[in-house]
């Protein structure tokens, strides 16, 4: 008898903390006294509840939530690296509270940051990161508690295999200031030489590292105008060529990369089109690549894959369910997102995923917590659809 036809399900990683870990993380970010060991066993528990409900919902490649992760999917980074320290930022220091869409759409954006609060990266009372000396990761312990915490969750629910993610060089600490290195330059290689270590010491423990990147599109409506489309895709290039030096040494079909267009619930009407970066997209040596796809603004850009071919060895985990809206999609629409993608790439080349984390950080989510675990069910149904249907 044939054996059953699969499609692989998975999601970008960050998923809504449970009520009971919370405290611990706001005494951590506030610097107040915690019972430690309390912390280790609320967060050990947390982590094998998570990746057992992921297995339970369908999915076969679970993240940890990134529940070991004391701020934010990009600033975690300020309590794993040495060199950095916060102060109150200055008029214009934070690059997200720019930007051709909040230009556009200012009265929205006022109405949505009083609604929801404004991001920590807009919040100018979180503080900036100043780099101040030499760029160093410090943050083994934690990480190696990560690890621990993951594969011995992944035992437990009978998962096969996982991924942890983690900041892609361009997407660590966004808007910092640089008052140590030369120049700008100087202070990425650093970045990406110090993230190396995070990432290699994911993938020697048997994990797949993902390496998220809403950086490397969003920049496009912060930096252009005034420059121009050619020094951004230059900038682009750049970014693509420190990540690859960063992987040096990783096996390329143990890294997932992730590219996003900024997890926000805006108009997004400045966003760079995938078709205009999908080329440096696609020098990343990664082998699996996690794109956004399931939004009304990006949705329609799966036709990019009629002309663009993935390199030999690569897979597409394309967006095919939304983080960013309590309507919980359909599964026939989902098979419909996946099959479309499976008829032009092949069904063995893609997995199906959502467009971004459902959390940017342990305070900060866009849906209700059992919205998420139904989008992650359908997602799950849509994907044994699609694959019936190959």
Not at 178 to 201: F, P, Q, W
Not at 263 to 287: C, F, M, N, Q, R
Request: glycine residues 8%.
């Amino acid at each position: 008898m044939p054996s059953e036809k699969k499609i692989l399900t998975t999601h970008v990683g960050s998923l809504i903390r449970p009520p009971e870990l919370l405290p611990f993380i706001r005494a951590k970010q506030n610097k107040e006294p915690y019972d430690a060991d309390a912390y280790a066993k609320c967060l050990r528990e947390s982590v094998a509840a998570v990746v057992g409900r992921q297995v339970a919902a369908g999915v076969d490649i679970p993240s940890d939530g990134e529940f070991g992760k004391g701020i934010s999917w990009s600033q975690y980074v300020l309590d794993r690296m040495s060199g950095f320290i916060r102060r109150p930022a200055k008029p214009g220091e934070h690059g997200f509270a720019r930007g051709a869409d909040r230009a556009r759409f200012a009265e929205f954006y006022k109405e949505l940051d009083a609604a929801d609060g404004p991001p920590a990266a807009v919040n100018a009372s979180a503080g900036i990161a100043v780099c101040t000396g030499p760029v160093k990761y410090t943050g083994q312990a934690e990480l190696q508690r990560d690890i621990d915490n993951f594969k011995a969750a992944l035992a437990q629910a009978g998962a096969k295999q996982g991924f942890l993610p983690v900041a892609a060089p361009a997407s660590v600490i966004p808007d910092r200031v640089n008052e140590h290195y030369k120049s700008e330059e100087d202070l990425l290689v650093a970045i990406a030489e110090a993230m190396r270590t995070e990432y290699k010491a994911i993938v020697d423990a048997g994990l797949y590292v993902q390496l998220d990147d809403a950086r490397l599109a969003v920049t496009y409506d912060r930096m252009v105008p005034p420059k121009s489309f050619g020094e951004y895709k230059s900038w682009v290039a750049r970014q693509v060529e420190l990540i690859n030096h960063a992987l040096e040494g990783i096996p390329e079909d143990r890294v997932r990369y992730h590219v996003c267009w900024g997890s926000w619930p805006g108009p997004h009407t400045t966003d760079v089109p995938l078709k205009s970066i999908v080329d440096e997209i696609l020098k990343v040596k990664a082998g699996l690549y996690l794109i956004e796809g399931a939004n009304p603004r990006h949705e329609h850009e799966w036709q990019v894959w009629k002309e663009v071919k993935l390199p030999s060895g690569r897979k597409l985990a394309p967006g095919v369910i939304s983080h960013s809206t309590n309507v919980v999609e359909h599964p026939e629409l989902v098979a419909e997102r996946v099959g479309r993608l499976a008829k032009i790439l092949g069904p063995e080349n893609v997995l199906a995923s959502t467009d971004c984390g459902f959390a940017q950080g342990p305070f900060h989510r866009r849906v209700h917590p059992t919205v998420m675990w139904a989008k992650l069910e359908s997602m799950a149904e849509g994907a044994k659809l699609a694959a019936a249907a190959t």
